[in-house]
């Protein structure tokens, strides 16, 4: 496979010297099996892939020479299991995701092919610390949030279980952003993750595929059949770049293969030659801006173009790559479910499905039932929203321009379903409108959770919750259409990462208790719940806890300049900032807090210390989130200087949270906030890697929450805050926010300090959006839920007091949450939906 390195950097003249191994630097054939064959691998990549001596490189050569050798022992599993899955033609899953939120990759892959003492060592061997070499390693940006994140999980667990799999996506140039902060304010960057290469990905340009957009179609006729077919305006390539995706301690490689857009014809000798070197490469910059940045800014007509051909880019890609590829070159596409489910996470690449109905009849010569038939059995549709904004919809005149014929799929489609409905339902108009693919207002556009769910062989939401409420609030009258069709697959995270690797002080303690074998089986944590009784090992979990706070203010005083305080409660909230997701109720919390203080109500010395730490990015286009990101950070500036405060209270916001930075916060933390209005947050995975860690939850009765309280316990977990149906019926009643400001005098004390200027410099003009949102719209219900979430803080208070009891407290969450694996999962997905088992 041909491969892509970074160019040689010499080290400077200044750079340490690094000792010299004496074995040679031959190489080896096969992969190393000891520490001496590590090094030989290692040494020859040094020399052969980064042309540099040892005693003369670079930490940057250093890093990639170990980051190959690593990629090297994979490599023949790699190669092994797709020459068999093309052997066996087994059923597999393609995994259709807009992001992957991978993380760093060296200490998974060591830890996924039992390569970690024998790296140490080796490196050691060399005179070179491994961890110097880990702090080297750039993140991918290849993911944002939970969506992300979860695909990640996913395809671990995939590859865990033997189970044939290709996760599909897009290879981002820049990712999101970079997030910064300048006076407070969130600054977006390009997040140049590729400026020094990436060892651990594999370029195929030899297997681009050419993607289509705009022009016209036409009608022909075919031997007496009339049929169609699209002639587009211009074209893309799609270049794959794959990625190895290894099972934990199985020898399974599955694969990750993302897109990269490039120019069919990129450069014009010709207009070069004539002086426009900017025309020349025109059309090199109007493809490769397709992989560009993950979800670009959509409030322009031009940004929303932009992200219709980034989901239709890749999805066209891997269905193409699939058929092309992974079939035998006799396969009959009837028997097509038997060897594929298509699983769309959300609506971002719902545009497959007439992709592959655009193939199978205007490419194979299908006809349309057929077709059609052979469709409903390949995709399944995830929900991850209840938010109406979120359901993506697509505008026909776009769609029209962008994929024409497509929009003519699309509207066959909604047609004979629209006629099925009529059937059952009879002229039912309202009905009619209600499930019509096609919504006629405010614009005519395709609905297209709507389009997923008249496709997809099934639905499933991500927590129970979430489930009944798509069912019953969302998609109605689908669920009635459709008896059966709809299901739940509660979200999970890898243990690999999140505990093994996020958090090896608890790692090795359950191992002590338990035994191995607890990675792939999380269930077994439930045998931790006696040694929650023993106080020698509540003891170790809580120095395990307190190794890992003195870790974290190691990475953020390094990282960021904070100095964390000893002693204090880790409150932590860190998710993406929307505003359903209640940042603002956690900052009126601190708010009150140091109000008290300030006035001089409360003592200082009364308040139990906490550090509160943030983490969050906000759509760059996204007014109010960036507001509240502004507000987090002036509060953390007059709270952390104001020596009223005594250091009781401490707000930090390290910017740029990343899986990263994740893998040393979560560990740490003590508190999870998971403070959504119940009925919006869909299901949450961070909620799980906190309870996984041993933070306790403060949380309302929404998404995977109310899973986590049923597992935990009551008494494990501190609940406020309404429930669905009560926040429905406040909505029916008519919600006054300025009446809950006015009957709470705690609340109206904190609002009227942020609207006061206190945090602006006096200026009353900077927070007054936030505080009118609050007052006159607030359609997250903060204020509503401010005094029951004051009462579950002070309950956490009390608890925190009682060191032992907490620590109790902890450990059975860690027991009592291995329901919350990706493994799990995946079973689910397996058992409900793919019916895929496992190739060994």
């Not at 961070?686 to 986590?708: H, P, R």
């Amino acid at each position: 496979m041909p491969l892509e390195h970074t160019p040689t950097t010499a080290a400077p003249a200044s750079a340490a010297p690094v000792a010299t191994h004496p074995l040679a630097v031959a190489p080896v054939t096969g992969p190393p099996s000891s520490v001496d064959g590590f090094v030989r691998e290692f040494l020859n990549n040094l020399n052969y892939e980064q042309g540099v001596a040892l005693s003369s490189s670079s930490p940057n050569d250093r890093y990639l020479a170990l980051a190959y050798t690593v990629r090297d022992y994979l490599m023949a599993r790699w190669l092994e299991d797709q020459r068999r899955q093309r052997e066996v033609q087994a059923k597999g899953v393609c995994y259709l995701s807009a992001e992957y939120l991978l993380g760093r990759q060296l200490d998974n892959n060591l830890l996924a092919a039992r390569l970690t003492d024998i790296a140490t060592e080796a490196m050691a061997a060399c005179g070179i610390d491994i961890d110097d070499l880990r702090q080297l390693e750039v993140e991918p940006g290849l993911g944002n949030g939970g969506l992300g994140r979860l695909a990640a999980c996913f395809i671990d667990s995939l590859a865990t279980m033997s189970v044939p799999s290709t996760g599909y996506g897009l290879r981002y140039e820049y990712g999101i952003f970079r997030q910064t902060f300048v006076d407070g304010e969130q600054i977006e960057q390009p997040d140049a993750w590729l400026t020094l290469g990436s060892p651990w990905e594999f370029p195929h340009p030899e297997a681009a595929q050419t993607i289509g957009f705009g022009g016209y179609t036409e009608k022909y006729d075919d031997e007496g059949v009339a049929r169609s077919r699209w002639v587009p305006g211009w074209t893309v390539q799609a270049v794959p770049y794959n990625y190895m995706v290894p099972g934990y301690h199985n020898g399974r490689v599955n694969t990750l293969r993302l897109w990269s857009a490039v120019a069919s014809s990129a450069f014009d000798l010709r207009i070069f030659n004539a002086g426009d070197y900017a025309e020349a490469v025109r059309a090199q910059t109007f493809a490769e801006n397709i992989s560009k940045v993950l979800y670009p800014e959509d409030s322009t007509p031009q940004g929303k173009e932009l992200r219709l051909q980034q989901q239709y880019f890749f999805v066209a890609a891997s269905i193409h790559d699939f058929l092309e590829h992974s079939l035998s070159p006799d396969f009959d596409l009837a028997n097509l479910p038997d060897r594929v489910i298509f699983q769309l996470n959300d609506t971002h690449p719902v545009i497959a499905v007439p992709e592959l109905m655009r193939v199978l009849v205007d490419e194979k010569g299908m006809k349309w039932d057929a077709a059609w038939a052979i469709t409903q059995q390949c995709f399944a549709y995830t929900c991850h929203t209840l938010l109406p904004e979120a359901l993506e919809m697509w505008s026909v005149d776009l769609l029209g321009r962008l994929l024409p014929r497509h929009l003519e799929i699309i509207y066959r489609i909604n047609d004979e379903f629209l006629a099925a409905v009529r059937e059952r339902f009879g002229d039912d108009e309202m009905r009619i409108r209600n499930m019509s693919i096609i919504a006629d207002f405010p614009e005519r556009s395709v609905r297209m959770a709507f389009l997923a769910t008249v496709a997809g062989a099934k639905v499933n939401g991500v927590a129970e919750l979430h489930s009944q409420l798509l069912r019953e609030k969302v998609l109605p009258d689908f669920d009635e259409f459709y008896p059966g069709k709809f299901t739940n697959v509660t979200n999970g995270v890898t243990p690999r990462r999140f505990v093994r690797l996020a958090n090896p002080g608890l790692a090795s303690l359950i191992t002590e208790a338990l035994g191995a074998g607890w990675t792939v089986d999380l269930e077994r944590l439930r045998g931790l719940e006696a040694f929650a009784e023993d106080p020698e090992f509540r003891a170790k979990f809580a120095e395990v806890k307190a190794a890992n706070k003195r870790r974290l203010s190691d990475v953020l005083r390094t990282r960021d300049g904070f100095e964390v305080s000893d002693g204090h409660m880790l409150d932590v909230m860190v998710k993406r900032l929307h505003e359903y997701k209640r940042q603002m109720l956690k900052v009126l919390h601190i708010v009150t807090l140091y109000e008290g203080i300030a006035s001089g109500r409360v003592a200082a010395a009364d308040v139990q210390p906490r550090t509160f730490i943030f983490g969050a990015k906000a759509a760059p286009g996204y007014v109010m989130a960036k507001r509240i990101i502004h507000l987090i950070n002036a509060v953390g500036s007059v709270v952390n200087a104001d020596p009223r405060v005594e250091g009781r209270l401490q707000v930090l916001f390290p910017p740029n949270y990343n899986v990263t930075l994740a893998e040393r916060v979560i560990p740490a933390a003590d508190l999870s906030e998971q403070i959504s209005l119940a009925g919006k947050e869909a299901s949450g995975t961070g909620n799980m890697k906190f309870a996984l860690s041993g933070a306790l939850t403060i949380g309302t009765d929404d998404g995977a929450n109310v899973e986590i309280r049923q597992l935990v316990g009551d008494d494990n977990f501190f609940l406020f805050g309404m429930t669905e149906p009560e926040v429905e019926a406040l909505w029916a009643k008519g919600y006054k926010p300025s009446d809950f400001y006015q009957a709470d005098e705690g609340l109206r004390r904190a609002i009227d300090l942020i609207a006061s200027g206190a945090f602006s410099g006096g200026d009353r003009s900077t927070f007054e959006p936030i505080v009118s949102n609050l007052l006159y719209d607030d359609r997250f219900m903060v204020l509503a839920d401010y005094a029951s979430y004051i009462a579950a803080q002070a309950r956490v208070d009390a608890a925190y007091a009682d060191q032992d009891a907490w620590t109790r407290s902890s450990i059975l969450n860690v027991a009592r949450s291995g329901f919350f694996s990706s493994d799990r999962s995946i079973r689910d997905y397996i058992d409900r939906i793919w019916h895929t088992p496992p190739v060994l």
